[in-house]
């Protein structure tokens, strides 16, 4: 069995081994943890380019000790001209997934990293250069990086979807192939992008010289964004959503982030007795899917751009609201499943560094690749992130000029009745808000230790990709019995690979009051905890 990594200086976990070993060296130089997370960012972006990119959007989620945790909404704005007369002139009924028409909305990641070293510098005494922080992606850019299993397989099965797109070809294919599994990988003009970052600052990206060669491109492969869209955009500073669990506090980022869905199912989970159960047993994970289906029907209920919703999202968990809906629960029955189903490649990693400030944050190209479109002058893959919204009108996720898509990217933190401060998160579209509920109720709940909750099988309930089907699907290492005993209890139950991807690439770190760290990252993904 996997065990916890130990360290007391610091520690970095991430879905990629090479992007956690960039923040724990920036740490081990001096930086702290958001400066550290900046580079495991960065590095996230060239190394696996099918999960995350410098063309996507990010939320990130932060405190050190003794004060309130802060967050960011790195989420871009769709392009201000662009409704659905738009699309039904160009003969859609419904938002293309791919292709430059998919590539609608700002990217908003590079903001994001501007705004937290902003904050690093301003209030945790950071002086790390850019230059220092980009330098492992901009090597591996230049130079090159092996192709992940996740990468080729996901490659490969994406090739004959996406070859024809702008660019992708150029970068991503060999001679019209995908790369074998450890297939030198490079993208040059990407270093190059990073490099123009490194000296100029992020605001480049949407204001500067840089803004003007990426709006040019897209204005000429198709795309409705321009640089009056760039131009406004930035980062915002957002106060986090919070609930209380197992006797401690939770935190998660506020809409348009589906944040709200992963604290709901906890604290729903509790309500209905979850914490008084055998953890991984039928009932606690029946418990787990009840309270994930209500969840969801109030998400997509509410949840979009906070400037549009009717109900401020901290209202949706007042002691009231989530009360009514835990007393919905049934131990010995199912409630209606309507199949909703958000799949998405995504990458959440987690710092804290010796000072005990802690980061979690994600970052996202939406689907594998996004839009598919690359950049050949920069570079970047482009999102898709705007194919969320819906050309049907007076919905809650209507398409309208310059509206903020709906993120299912959510990063997460607690603080523990013990004192322990803890980052987690997960990849994986719906599947986020299950596996944080797995791994956070496992640790809080029921005293696991970090990397034995990661490893221990877990569940998705909905769509994935490549299984259009709404069941609740099982890692085949949970018991027959436990399989059977949902079964019975009228769950569509569906099994597949032990360590299955498809529910998602999570990682933690814990720090205890005494400074000891303890980490875990995800045996289904390519990463690693890195400490000292």
């Known amino acids: 069995m996997l065990k916890s990594t130990l360290a007391n200086r610091g520690m ?25 997370a900046v580079a495991t960012a960065a590095a996230l972006a060239v190394v ?18 003794g004060s309130a945790p802060v967050s960011i ?9 662009l409704d659905a007369c738009f699309y039904n002139e160009h003969g859609y ?15 908003g990641a590079v903001s994001a990293w501007d705004k937290a070293l902003d904050y690093s510098t301003r209030l945790w005494q950071g002086r790390m250069p850019l230059s220092r922080i980009l330098a492992d992606a901009i090597t591996y850019a230049e130079t090159g990086y092996p192709v992940t299993e996740s990468q080729a397989r996901t490659t490969s099965e994406r090739t004959q979807e996406l070859r024809e797109i702008p660019g992708f070809a150029a970068v991503f294919l060999d001679q019209g ?5 450890g297939a030198t990988e490079r993208n040059p003009a990407l270093a190059e992008t990073l490099r123009q970052i490194a000296r100029h600052g992020s605001g480049t990206f949407y204001r500067g010289e840089l803004a003007t060669i990426i709006s040019d491109e897209l204005w000429r492969i198709g795309s409705p ?3 009056r869209d760039l131009y406004p955009h930035q980062a915002d500073f957002v106060t986090p959503l919070t609930t209380n669990f197992a006797g401690g506090q939770i935190y998660n980022t506020a809409p348009p982030s589906q944040g709200l869905a992963s604290l709901m199912i906890l604290a729903l989970f509790e309500r209905a007795g979850g914490l008084e159960t055998e953890p991984d047993s039928p009932e606690y994970i029946h418990l787990l899917v009840e309270a994930t289906k209500l969840t969801f029907q109030t998400r997509d209920r509410y949840v979009s751009d906070p400037q549009d919703m009717s109900i401020p999202a901290s209202e949706l968990l007042s002691d009231e609201r ?35 400030r802690a980061v979690s944050a994600i970052q996202s190209l939406y689907h594998e690749y996004g839009s598919g479109v690359v950049l050949q002058d920069t570079g970047i893959v482009w999102q898709n992130r705007g194919i969320s919204f819906s050309l049907q009108p007076d919905t809650p996720r209507s398409i309208a000029p310059a509206r903020k898509p709906f993120h299912t990217l959510n990063p997460a933190l607690a603080e523990l009745k013990d004192g322990r401060t803890l980052v987690y998160g997960s990849m994986g579209g719906d599947g986020q808000p299950q596996t944080q509920a797995a791994l956070l109720s496992r640790i809080a709940g029921f005293d696991v230790g970090p990397q034995d909750a990661i490893t221990r099988p877990r569940w998705l309930l909905g769509r994935t990709w490549g299984n259009p089907s709404t069941s609740l699907k099982l890692e085949n290492r949970f018991p ?41 990252f995800d045996p289904r993904s390519d990463g690693c905890v890195a400490a000292y």
């Open 12 to 36: 970095v976990v991430a879905p990629h081994h090479l992007a956690a070993q960039a923040g724990l060296s920036v740490l081990r130089d001096g930086g702290n943890a958001l400066e550290a």
């Open 48 to 65: 696996y380019p099918h999960m995350t990119g410098i063309g996507g959007d990010a939320f990130w989620l932060f405190k050190s000790p």
């Open 73 to 81: 909404d790195g989420a871009g704005r769709l392009a201000m001209e």
């Open 93 to 107: 009924d419904a938002i293309p997934t791919r292709g430059p028409l998919a590539a609608n909305s700002v990217a």
């Open 177 to 181: 192939l995908s790369r074998p599994i």
């Open 225 to 227: 964004v321009r640089k």
């Open 322 to 356: 989530l009360d009514a809906l835990a007393a919905k629960i049934r131990p010995d029955s199912t409630l209606p499943w309507r199949g909703p189903g958000d799949p998405g490649d995504t990458t959440w990693f987690g710092v804290v560094d010796s000072e005990g």
């Open 480 to 520: 027959q019995a436990t399989v059977e005993a949902l079964a019975r209890l009228g769950h569509d139950v569906e099994p597949v690979g032990a360590f299955d991807e498809m529910v998602g690439h999570a990682g933690a770190i814990s720090r205890r009051t005494d400074g000891l760290l303890e980490g875990g």
